[in-house]
């Protein structure tokens, strides 16, 4: 049952409003960024003969080893492991390390694009690029470390589950998982400038950043999971967010991938949210454990094997839907778009050509507000991955109670 916004969602939303009014009216990711970006790009050159110091060491083991440890903690790694994660009936984890991936994605992106500073100059650093993602991240600005970000925020939550949630955990067992922890973070971090991606100002950003989030998300993650399960006012509040987090995003010195990145792990946030308003009492509640008799292991290859291939389905057609309604919606309402990638027709010199006059009532209404093209690619992006997100915590979940899984 809705109520009425509270004060806390309220003051969020006005808050992320009020950033974009300001920084709009005064420009202040420019302003930012004159003042850090001079000092961040002359410590990534002071950081050039360390990082050609570490790769005295090249070896093709190194290579494939940091490459795959890069893999292990990479963005479509955890999105891989997030829906095997609700599956296996670890609920509430999953859906903390869901919001805490997209918010670290947002708040990392965010600074990388208001800073624009530039990753290690290659030549004369040696950069490998084992993988798509990983080129694609090679497009992005440098500071702060993704990686060294997400490892630092996400494996420590889930050392921190792992701490309170089982049984009465000893000293020395306790010891060893720190000291897991920081070895991966540390081999994270020195992989990222073995392979050229990072300077060590960059890596340095992105774990003392994680260490400040981790600290804020500790605070607050109970509170958090309380409110999306309420349901009270999540559906409507979370819309409202994801739309402003759109518009609140800086807009970097040149265009990168890390806008997008973030549209679609806001997107799969989002798509969560909404699954979980319609099956948390009835599935994500009390969902049995993997390894226990309610869940035994073969059950479990059993919700893989029918789920994986349920998201992907629903991903095809959730992007099938989104490129052709978004378009006739945009057109509906008089919104100016264009299209860079998903539909060919929408064309920025066509698209302006094609964009009907505002005379109906809905397209006065739209003409209000700033009038540029918008790149219609951004919401089917989004509406995407939602829709991939939401089917791991509704569709599946239905589908498995079909099959007796």
């Known amino acids: 049952m809705e109520t009425d916004f509270s004060w806390w969602q309220a003051l969020t939303l006005s808050s992320i409003l009020g950033w974009v009014v300001v920084s709009s009216l005064f420009d202040l ?5 004159s003042r850090v970006q001079p000092l961040v790009t002359r410590q ?25 440890v890069s893999c292990v903690v990479s963005v479509p790694f955890y999105t891989g492991f997030l829906p095997i994660l609700f599956w296996s009936g670890h609920g509430r984890l999953a859906r903390q390390m869901t919001l805490l991936m997209a918010f670290c994605d947002y708040i990392g992106n965010c600074i990388k694009d ?108 109970s509170q958090v999971d309380n409110f999306i399960i309420s349901e009270q006012n999540v559906t409507s509040f979370w819309t409202c967010l994801s739309l402003l987090l759109c518009f609140a995003y800086p807009t970097p010195e040149l265009p990168t991938p890390s806008f997008e990145f973030h549209t679609a792990f806001t997107g799969v946030a989002y798509g969560v949210i909404i699954g979980l308003q319609q099956t948390y009492n009835s599935y994500n509640h009390e969902s049995p ?15 893989i094997l029918v789920g994986i291939p349920t998201i992907l389905t629903v991903k095809f057609c959730s992007k099938a839907i989104a490129k052709w309604l978004l378009p006739v919606v945009c057109n509906t309402l008089g919104i100016p778009i264009v299209s860079s990638c998903y539909v060919p027709s ?18 006065r209404v739209f003409s209000l507000f700033p009038q540029k093209v918008y790149d219609v690619d951004t919401g089917i992006r989004f509406l995407q991955y939602a829709g991939l997100a939401w089917s791991v915590v509704d569709v599946v979940p239905t589908v498995f109670g079909y099959f007796s899984l």
């Open 29 to 33: 990711t420019k302003l930012i960024r």
């Open 44 to 68: 990534v050159l002071a950081d050039t003969p360390f990082i050609l110091r570490i790769q005295k060491w090249q070896h093709g083991f190194f290579d494939k080893f940091f490459s795959v």
């Open 114 to 221: 208001v800073v624009s500073a530039p990753r290690p100059s290659s030549p004369p650093v040696r950069r490998l690029t084992a993988t798509s993602d990983e080129k694609q991240h090679a497009m992005e600005y440098g500071l702060p470390s993704s990686h060294a970000l997400n490892t630092v925020c996400l494996t420590g939550y889930f050392l921190h589950y792992v701490l309170t949630s089982g049984g009465p955990t000893d000293a020395i067992t306790t010891a060893v998982l720190f000291a897991t922890l920081f070895m991966l973070v540390m081999l994270v971090g020195i992989g990222r400038i073995y392979l050229g991606m990072h300077s060590l100002i960059d890596v340095v950003a992105g774990i003392v950043l994680g260490l400040l989030i981790l600290a804020f998300w500790l605070s607050v993650h």
């Open 289 to 303: 454990r993997i390894f226990t008799p309610e869940l035994p292991l073969l059950v479990f290859l059993g919700r």
């Open 346 to 363: 929408l064309k920025a010199s066509e698209s302006a050509k094609d964009q009907p006059k505002n005379t109906g009532y809905l397209q």
